[in-house]
């Protein structure tokens, strides 16, 4: 049973920093590119960034430059560092493979961005 479990989310302030991790249970973190994907409300959800079990990257356009993806592979976690955040980055914040497996979608943790 695969297992994806989001944290590090909360409120911060427009500019700042924020650091959201990934805990994989299962075999298929190994395999995998991974990705994290986020829902701001009333809009459908959208894939944010990106990376392959050798570490190559990549970004959606609105958070190149900003948001930073890597992986320990040993501890089956990918991360999320998330710097000079806009009101725009509010949302549910999820880890997923890639592609999606719909099945493994997990609970999310929050990201407020807000003064």
């Known amino acids: 049973q695969v297992q994806l479990v989001e944290s590090g989310g909360g409120l911060v302030q427009p500019g700042g920093s924020l650091g959201l991790s990934c805990a994989a249970s299962?075999?298929?973190?190994?395999?995998?590119?991974m990705g994290w994907y986020r829902q701001a409300p009333g809009k459908e959800r959208e894939w944010v960034a990106g990376i392959t079990r050798t570490g190559i990257t990549n970004y959606s356009d609105s958070v190149k430059g900003r948001f930073t993806i890597s992986r320990d592979n040993a501890k089956n976690t990918v991360y999320l560092q998330m710097n000079s955040v806009k009101p725009g980055d509010t949302a549910v914040y999820y880890c997923?493979?890639?592609?999606?497996?719909?099945?493994?979608w997990g609970q999310g943790t929050q990201v407020t961005v807000s003064s």
């Open positions: 299962g075999s298929i973190f190994s395999i995998n590119p």
């Open positions: 997923n493979t890639m592609p999606v497996i719909p099945a493994y």
